[in-house]
Nanobody, 125 residues
Framework: QVQLVESGGGSVQPGGSLTLSCAAS????????MAWFRQAPGKEREFVAA????????YYLSTVKGRFAITRDVSKNTCYLQMNNLSPEDAAVYYC??????????????????WGQGTQVTVSS
């Protein structure tokens, strides 16, 4: 089991940028597929991005592709989500998730065994 702690959320104006971090402990993320999900009020949890346990490839929700980038630093045991050109539709609580080796279905929350507590992202003018 790996413990996950997100940070980096906050409030930005439309068009702004944020970088979320997911610090892992307990095990090294080099053997984990890592993902970011988000959940807005009244909506279901939504897949945002994933990076497979080998470090590549990466996968994205279509509406964030080209604006968001998921990366990892195994030496720091941390996964990141760089978010650019944010819009109000991106506002949500963002969660980091992990599963050892391969995810059964990358974009399904049920595929992941370990979750962080979430970090709030607000986008408004």
């Amino acid at each position: 089991q790996v413990q996950l702690v997100e940070s980096g959320g906050g409030s930005v104006q439309p068009g702004g940028s944020l970088t979320l971090s997911c610090a892992a402990s307990g095990r090294n993320i080099s053997t984990y597929t890592m993902a970011w999900f988000r959940q807005a009020p009244g909506k279901e949890r939504e897949f945002v991005a994933a990076i497979t346990f080998g470090g590549a490839p990466t996968y994205y929700l279509s509406t964030v592709k080209g604006r968001f980038a998921i990366t990892r630093d195994v030496s720091k045991n941390t996964c990141y989500l760089q978010m650019n050109n944010l819009s109000p539709e991106d506002a949500a609580v963002y969660y980091c998730a992990a599963v050892q080796r391969r995810a059964r279905q990358l974009n399904s929350a049920t595929s992941y065994t370990d979750w962080g507590q979430g970090t709030q992202v607000t986008v408004s003018s």
